[in-house]
């Protein structure tokens, strides 16, 4: 069964801190890797994607992926109030559609 | 730029009663989802679509649920006979295989 497995939250940090998020998933055929971010009442964002292991670095947000353990990883640098939201990971396992993970909820205190 | 977008943006209905909501994916996409998520909680995977068939569908999907897609660009979720617990937001998503999955607005659905 194609799974991917998230920490609920909610996990706190404080302003200026930063923010690590974390996802496995269970194909180790995956190829494509996502990050969506949803504030409440709102439909999800992408905020970022990525296809190769290492990090990849947009802004003030980082994506980590390890295929080799399965792992991918949002971090976000300098976290604001206005991060605080439930984020997405979304994982391609071969050739069926996104399977979505049930998402954390981040809060960032003032 | 292209988007999903979704109709209507809220729909109130007496329990019971079926309702259709609609959703034009993206034009050059050719898998389709829909997702629910209740007020306060996560968002739900509900059922996906390729090739006009459902690829995957949670077990939330049940009998009172269908999805369709009648012609070449509305994809439909259907609710036969709608229950409180029926009400949530609705999110269409689409994507190309291996792509980021694009979601319109969502419906909101209140059942009373």
């Known amino acids: 069964q194609k799974e991917v497995e998230q920490n609920s939250g909610p996990l706190s940090v404080p302003e200026g801190a930063i923010a690590s998020l974390n996802c496995t998933y269970s194909?180790?055929?995956?190829?494509?890797f996502f990050w969506y971010r949803q504030y409440s009442g709102k439909s999800p964002e992408l905020i970022m994607s990525?296809?190769?292991?290492g990090d990849k670095e947009d802004g003030r947000f980082t994506a980590q992926l390890n295929k080799a353990s399965q792992y991918v990883s949002l971090l976000i640098r300098d976290s604001q109030p206005s991060d605080s939201a439930t984020y997405l990971c979304?994982?391609?396992?071969?050739?069926?559609?996104?399977?979505f993970g049930k998402g954390t909820r981040l809060s960032v205190i003032a | 730029e292209p988007e999903v977008t979704q109709t209507p943006s809220h729909q109130v209905t007496q329990m019971g009663q079926e309702v259709i909501l609609r959703c034009v994916p993206i034009?050059?996409?050719?898998?389709f989802y829909w997702y629910r998520q209740i007020l306060g909680q996560k968002v739900e995977f509900l059922v996906s679509?390729?090739?006009?068939?459902?690829?995957?569908k949670s077990e939330i999907f049940d009998d009172q649920f269908s999805v369709e897609r009648p012609d070449g660009s509305n994809f439909t979720l259907k609710i036969r006979s709608t229950k409180l617990e029926d009400s949530a937001m609705y999110f269409c998503?689409?994507?190309?295989?291996?792509?980021?999955?694009?979601f319109g607005q969502g419906t909101r659905l209140t059942v009373v």
């Open positions: 979304a994982v391609n396992m071969g050739n069926t559609p996104l399977v």
């Open positions: 194909d180790r055929g995956s190829q494509s």
């Open positions: 990525i296809y190769s292991n």
């Open positions: 034009s050059n996409h050719l898998y």
């Open positions: 679509f390729y090739n006009n068939e459902i690829s995957e």
């Open positions: 998503a689409s994507n190309r295989l291996g792509t980021e999955a694009f």
